[in-house]
């Protein structure tokens, strides 16, 4: 029996069978030329008929798809017959390339120009290059990039996983993630957890696992085991009835003593919004609104932004919903604000950052939210990300007021935030605690890199040291005033492991923002401890030398969380 041991990020115990991402599709060498035995008549055959099968297979899978899924299965098995395509691929064949970079190179043309095109056409070019791939892979006689497709149930294996890989994940077939890469903030990580799927990141070693290999995941040990034993056998069977009664929240997030602290859900979209709503979620704690527009390579319009905002507000009237400004950049690149070429895009031009460099999208979005909250009941929030100091939250709030936003807020997630807390509060009405990023910053620990998973765990006593930090700036800043301290929060992937969600509770955040899926988890957890012992327990952890420690001693004290497979 062969084991692998990686850092679980999703709780889940579970048996399936492996079926492994295909890797990306490599670009074919520059100069590749059409070998001498092969003629550009054969080599123009062999592409139409690699792109015909790539469209075959396309349109088979829209064909049993709805609603989102399909409409982009059925542009994309267009896009494979493309004529303009394929005849700019026959001509660089006919002067001497070999088919594979013939495609790459018209794909890479015809992209280019719908790019320029703009608007709807603009849509297209992403499509184009994901066509092309197909086509090399089916000429290579490699899988098809991208998660396969499959009627039966597997434990997708892959190297890390990219926040559009979401939409071709079907969760009623994909069991498990298990990923050789990734670390616990990375998207894989968020991924399944919005999921609900169990997951293990930083499994080294799993990428030689055959595919139809029987495995047992276990995603709080994170721990995969090859060839399970009748133990793990037992544990994944006592595992499904637990998860079924940890399926519901009450929507009432308090310690056991009675000390509220909201429960709110992460969203990226209407979709999100509404399946948050029927689990519970007492408001939105982060609306990351980047994702509505992943695909995009243009700025959407107001009109556009204003409904796509509309949308998640209205699932949740009379409730508070916190909306973030674009965070576009380093993991989740918006063609339209960020540039693809920068050296270190984690601490290039990101977040609220963009505005140096395209003004206007930013106001121009605020407008949007501003036009949305009107004419919804929601209590609308908003929130930059990535701010660095104090003067950055005091523009960002002048830009909120003259687009008529009542609460402007930052989320902390540079270093710099923190240990200013005093003085970003005094600008803004609230803060919220990215400690994704937050723990990469302070660690210096890119999140999407599974060798340093070790490092960017939000367990790290220096990263709840900041934490405290910033909660104690907030009591701080309300000292020279009337008024309470204004509101902390967490919205993070730390809110969703509950015994964190506990440690954060004893530190003196106010709301926690997670994943939908972990509220139920979460709530059950933060029920079994007074707020003293969630004091006690922030203290533990505040004091341990190291993160696996801080971690394994506060989970010693809530036997809960073994009991409940957590
Ligand atoms: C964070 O950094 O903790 C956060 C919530 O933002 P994101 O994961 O979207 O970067
Ligand atoms: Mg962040």
């Not at 070019?125 to 791939?133: E, G, H, I, K, N």
């Not at 799927?197 to 595919?211: R, T």
């Not at 121009?364 to 929130?383: N, P, T």
């Not at 922030?538 to 696996?548: C, D, K, N, R």
Request: with cysteine; net charge negative.
């Amino acid at each position: 029996m062969q084991n692998f041991q990686g850092v679980g990020v999703s709780p889940g115990r579970i048996i399936g069978s492996v079926r492994q991402m295909p890797k990306p599709v490599s670009e074919p060498p520059s100069g590749d030329r059409l070998a001498a035995d092969v003629s550009p008549e054969d080599a123009v055959a062999g592409l139409k008929a690699a792109a015909q099968a790539v469209h075959d297979e396309l349109k088979g899978r829209a064909d049993t798809a709805s609603g989102d899924g399909k409409a982009v299965l059925e542009a994309t098995a267009l896009m494979a017959k493309d004529t303009m395509l394929l005849k700019s691929a026959s001509k660089l064949i006919n002067a001497g390339s070999s088919a594979e970079r013939a495609i790459w190179e018209a794909g890479a043309s015809v992209s280019e120009m719908l790019h320029n095109l703009g608007g709807y056409m603009a849509e297209r070019a992403t499509d184009v290059l994901d066509v092309r791939a197909r086509i090399v892979a089916e000429l290579r006689g490699v899988p098809a990039p991208g998660i396969p497709s499959s009627d039966t149930p597997f434990i997708l294996v892959a190297e890390d996983l990219a926040p559009a890989d979401t939409a071709t994940l079907n969760p009623a077939v994909v069991q498990a993630l298990v990923t050789s890469g990734g670390g616990p903030q990375s998207h894989t990580a968020i991924i399944a957890r919005s999921l609900g799927l169990p997951a293990v990141v930083a499994a080294h070693g799993v990428d030689d696992i055959a595919d139809g290999t029987e495995v047992f995941v276990d995603g709080a040990a994170g721990f995969v085991a090859v060839s399970p034993t009748d133990e793990h056998r037992a544990a994944a069977t006592a595992w499904a009835e637990t998860s079924a009664t940890l399926a519901e929240f009450d929507g009432n997030g308090t310690t056991a003593d009675g000390h509220l602290v909201p429960l709110l859900a992460n969203v990226g979209g209407a979709k999100d919004a509404v399946a948050a709503a029927a689990l519970g979620a007492q408001g939105v704690g982060l609306f990351r609104t980047e994702f509505c527009f992943l695909e995009r390579d243009t700025e959407p319009s107001v009109d556009e932004q204003a409904a796509a905002y509309k949308a998640v507000f209205d699932a949740f009237p009379g409730k508070k919903v916190v909306l973030r400004t674009l965070d576009a950049g380093a993991d989740k690149p918006l063609p339209f604000l960020t540039d693809a070429t920068e050296p270190n895009p984690a601490l290039g031009v990101r977040g609220y950052r963009t505005d140096f460099t395209t003004p206007g999208v930013l106001e121009r979005q605020l407008e949007a939210i501003a036009r949305a909250a009107s004419e919804s009941e929601a209590d609308v929030w908003v929130m930059a990300p990535m701010i660095s100091t104090a003067a950055e939250a005091g523009r960002f709030a002048s830009l909120c007021a003259a687009a008529g936003i009542q609460t402007p807020g930052v989320m902390v997630e540079v270093p710099s935030a923190a240990l200013t807390a005093a003085t970003v509060l005094r600008e803004v009405g609230f803060a919220s605690l990215g400690t994704n990023d937050l723990t990469q910053y302070a660690m210096a620990a890119d999140r999407q890199l599974g060798p340093l998973a070790e490092l960017n765990t939000p367990w790290q006593p220096a990263v709840l040291r900041l934490v405290q930090l910033t909660v104690e700036g907030a009591e701080q800043e309300s000292s020279g005033r009337e008024g309470a301290a204004k509101p902390v929060g967490v919205c993070g992937e730390a809110a969703a492991d509950p015994a964190l969600a506990v440690v954060l509770t004893g530190l003196g955040v106010t709301t926690l923002s997670m994943t939908a899926r972990s509220l139920a988890a979460v709530g059950t957890v933060l029920k079994t401890v007074t707020l003293e012992q969630a004091r006690e327990l922030a203290t533990l952890a505040l004091s341990a030398p190291s993160a696996t420690e801080a971690r394994d001693w506060v989970r010693a004290k809530l036997p809960v969380l073994e009991e409940l497979g957590l």
